[in-house]
């Protein structure tokens, strides 16, 4: 998997908190995702994509805030351009459930409601602070809110094996401690996958946030 780009089974909690940050996210919270629903058989496909095989200097690039100017920074696409392997899921769809938490940063302008409110008018209206992905920027996702009272959507083909074990899957990973990644093992039952409560209370005690607040309206994406 290090050299050969293979994606898990289902979006993992990691990719889920980037669609709702990319909606509504401020200092002052934290998403916390509690379960995945799985809405549609999980296939995948191999392809080959372009990518570029060199990383920018963090030393030049310290540098080069140093001096005031971004030459000597740049990458030669051409150059460094490389054509690798992925196996990647195709055709998914899935309803994330979610809460956010207050974090130390909030100031008393900073409300559960409030927060609430303005993540479910931009869902509700289609706005984002960029376009959430799953995964890499070359697969965007599209999202729309599901209100407290709508039923699940039914997708046609619907999901036919409804119970599974993944295994071990990335929660998160806490750049707070050196890009410490954490993982979970994940099993999916009746279609849903959820993530365990101890997790998220060992990330907010880590973090020193208050409570989570549930979120009225949880996020569909696909």
């Known amino acids: 998997m290090k050299v050969e780009r293979v994606s898990y089974d289902v979006m993992t909690p990691s990719a889920a908190r980037g669609i709702l940050e990319a909606i509504h996210w401020k200092p002052a919270i934290r998403w ?3 379960r995945i629903h799985v809405l549609r058989p999980i296939c995948f496909q191999s392809l080959r994509r372009n990518e570029v095989g060199a990383k920018a200097s963090e030393a030049n690039a310290r540098s080069a805030m140093k001096r ?4 000597g920074l740049g990458i030669l696409v051409d150059e460094n351009r490389q054509q690798r392997a992925a ?14 938490s207050m974090t130390d940063k909030a100031g008393p302008e900073d409300t559960p409601a409030k927060h609430i409110s303005m993540f479910n008018r931009r869902a509700q209206q289609g706005q984002c602070f960029h376009r959430p992905c799953l995964g890499t920027r070359e697969f965007a996702a599209e999202f729309e809110l599901l209100g407290p009272d ?8 619907p999901l036919t094996e ?3 074990d993944f295994g071990w899957m990335l929660h998160d ?9 954490r993982f979970f093992r994940a099993q999916m039952m009746d279609g849903v996958i959820e993530v365990p409560p101890s997790m998220r209370r060992r990330w907010c005690s880590d973090h ?14 696909r």
């Open 162 to 164: 409804r119970d599974r």
């Open 173 to 181: 990973i806490d750049f707070a401690r050196g890009n410490e990644s």
């Open 87 to 100: 196996l990647v899921l195709v055709d998914v769809a899935y309803v994330i459930e979610a809460h956010f």
């Open 68 to 71: 005031g100017t971004t030459e």
């Open 150 to 157: 709508d039923p699940l959507p039914v997708y046609d083909p």
């Open 208 to 221: 020193s946030a208050s409570a989570g607040t549930p979120l009225s309206s949880p996020g569909r994406a």
């Open 32 to 34: 916390h995702v509690d």
